[in-house]
Structure formats: C-alpha cells, structure tokens
Antibody, heavy 125, light 106 residues
C-alpha cells in the first residue's frame, strides 16, 4: 500500500517561512512525479507545485512562484515544500500526492493518487 | 489558465436516486479530465480519469462522460457513502480543479 504522510504545518506570521515534508512509502519513489495541492478550509483545491522523479523539472502555480520551492530526497523517499514570504492567502491544508498515469491509453491519462492526509498551514498575525 | 466551472454548487438527492453533476471547461481539454470525491476530514479520492474510465475499486454506479468542454459525472443510485463533495480536474494544460459540487441528502 502506498502511504504519504505530510508534516511541518503550523501557525506562522505573515512574511515568515515554513518547510513542509511528505514521507512516502510503498512505492518506487524516484520514478514518480510528486505534487503539492492546497485547500483553503471549506473551499476548493489548488495545484501548487510538482517535481519530476529525478528532481530535474519543477513547476509552480503563478501565485507561489518565486516564494515556494519544491524539492525531493529520493534516498529518504521524501518531497518537501519550502514556503517563504508567507501571506494570509497561503493559509490552507497542504496535501502531497503522487502523479499517477496510464500510458496504455491514448491520450495518456493522469491523476493524483494517492493523497496524504494533509497538514494545515495558518498564516496570521 | 483553463477555468473549470461545476454546477450545481449543491445537489440535494434522496438515497437511491440518480445524481448528475456537470463540469465545464473554459476551453477544450479533450478527454483529459478526472473526477474526485472528498468526504469531510479526508483527502480527495480519484473516481474517474480520461473523462470516463473508472479508477480501481470505484463502484460501477459512478460513470463519467463528455469531451471537449462539457463533462458529466453520474451516480446512478446514490448510497449513503456517496454524500460528499465532488471535484472535476483538467490535466490537458497543467492542473486546475472546479470549485466542487456538494451532494447532500434530500
């Protein structure tokens, strides 16, 4: 069974930094893109960032580019999200997820599965 | 950015009835669409990908259809465990989600 466990959330003040971690087990970790998605409590889902299996490619939603950095340590089966210059609007539950794909169909299909349970980040003074 | 719009925001349905949820994309996403179910306090769970392919373990009462800009998730006979929030997600151009449809007990 694939398991993802996020840690590192908490309460910080605007302008401060926080580093989230996601520990993975039950998968060949280095072969998968990994994703961070966030959800404002009671609201919808927003993709934040993703990173290729070998760490060579990284992509971000516009609202966090330049402030957040995604990284991974394949020896530790972990993916990280370094969040700097945090704003009130970054308050959300942050989930990590695996990018799963089926390349046996045309076009190839992609989905996020599984997801961790999430970690809450609150940015408030 | 491709904007995904779901309707209705809330759907009130009696157990055993059919539920039809809609998702519209601001531009064509071909069949590059997934549906997720989220229950309170839980992360989302994938139901459908490729617009119409059920994910492993998903009951046959869930079905997806559509292509281009118009998509539908149908739950043929609602069970108690199906009352939840449902999100569509396009993966044609990066990843964007709809705002969700809450399926509640009537």
């Amino acid at each position: 069974e694939v398991l993802l466990v996020e840690t590192g959330g908490g309460l910080v003040q605007p302008g401060e930094s926080l580093r989230l971690s996601c520990a993975a087990s039950g998968l060949s970790f280095s072969t998968y893109w990994m994703i961070w998605v966030r959800q404002v409590p009671g609201k919808g889902l927003e993709w934040v960032a993703d990173i290729k299996g070998d760490g060579s490619d990284k992509f971000y939603v516009d609202s966090v580019r330049g402030r957040f950095t995604i990284s991974r340590d394949n020896a530790r089966n972990s993916v990280f999200l370094q969040m700097n210059s945090l704003r009130a609007e970054d308050t959300a539950v942050y989930y990590c997820a695996r990018l799963t794909r089926d390349i046996g169909v045309v076009p190839a299909a992609f989905w996020f599965d599984p997801w961790g349970q999430g970690t809450l980040v609150t940015v408030s003074s | 950015e491709i904007v995904m719009t779901q309707s209705p925001a809330t759907l009130s349905v009696s157990p055993g009835e059919r539920a039809t949820l809609s998702c519209r994309a601001s531009q064509s996403v071909n069949s590059n669409l997934a549906w997720y179910q989220q229950k309170p306090g839980q992360p989302p769970r994938v139901l459908i990908y490729g617009a119409s392919t059920r994910a492993t373990g998903v009951p046959v009462r869930f079905s997806g259809s559509g292509s281009g800009t118009e998509f539908t998730l149908t739950i043929s006979s609602l069970q108690s465990e199906d009352f939840a929030v449902y999100y569509c997600q396009q993966y044609n151009n990066w990843w964007t989600f709809g705002q969700g449809t809450k399926v509640e007990i009537k």
